[in-house]
């Protein structure tokens, strides 16, 4: 079973520039997270999407991330304009649903801003 | 707000050794996941505990859940070079797959 994809894997940008990052779930699993991981800490969850709905987005900075999945599949990420401290590891997971119990992550895509 | 906190923050075992990780957690939940991650890797689901009283086991990790005392732990037995890596444990906020993860462990495993 084909695992989370993620690209690019890393992304190097100034601050103010614009980004995206795509995933793509595992088959069937309609329930799909990204999440913020800095360095040194645990990952911080930004949005989940059950099918092409969003659940939860109350941790997103909404002023400049934004966040799509389309059709209820692939999912793209957006930061927009890009700051020093959005320096992180951006990682999306998938569930089969929302109850479902374990999250499967990808690999995610280090960006670094400067 | 929920907070889960591990300690230690970090850790240096030598091989054969015991010892145990713990994740508390603020507010009531009875879904609890460990996860592994190795340097500049991504994050390999290890347990999930879905009720008071459980306990998973896998190889040298044993992972258990008292929800009363919302307390996890992660035991190791007999450490090996191969279990060094960061341990989180995550939270489930809401029974609707938020995680709030902690900060994480990280396990350094010297010969």
């Known amino acids: 079973e084909a695992g989370v994809a993620q690209s690019p894997r890393y992304k190097i940008i100034e601050k103010r520039q614009s980004v995206a990052f795509w995933c793509n779930p595992i088959?069937?699993?309609?329930?799909l997270y990204w999440y913020q991981q800095i360095l040194g800490q645990g990952p911080k969850l930004l949005i989940q999407?059950?099918?092409?709905?969003?659940?939860?987005d109350s941790q997103l900075p909404k002023d400049r991330f934004s966040a799509e999945r389309l059709k209820g599949v692939d999912s793209t990420l957006k930061i927009q304009p890009a700051k020093l401290e959005d320096s992180a590891v951006y990682l999306c997971?998938?569930?089969?649903?929302?109850?479902?119990?374990?999250?499967?992550f990808g690999p995610g895509t280090r960006l670094t801003v400067l | 707000e929920l907070k889960v906190e591990q300690n230690p923050l970090f850790l240096s075992m030598q091989e054969g050794k015991n010892y145990t990780i713990y994740c508390n957690y603020s507010?009531?939940?009875?879904?609890l996941y460990w996860y592994r991650q190795d340097p500049g890797k991504s994050l390999e689901s290890l347990f999930v505990?879905?009720?008071?009283?459980a306990v998973k086991q896998e190889g040298r990790l044993m992972a258990s859940l008292d929800t009363k005392a919302r307390l996890s732990t992660l035991h190791i037995t007999a450490a090996v070079h191969d279990l060094s890596a960061t341990y989180f444990c995550?939270?489930?906020?809401?029974?609707?797959?938020?995680?709030?993860f902690g900060q994480g462990t990280e396990l350094s495993v010297k010969p």
């Open positions: 997971a998938s569930s089969l649903a929302l109850w479902t119990d374990t999250q499967y």
């Open positions: 088959s069937g699993h309609a329930t």
């Open positions: 999407f059950q099918n092409n709905g969003v659940v939860d």
């Open positions: 507010t009531t939940s009875d879904r």
């Open positions: 505990l879905l009720s008071n009283g």
């Open positions: 995550a939270v489930d906020y809401n029974q609707g797959g938020k995680l709030i």
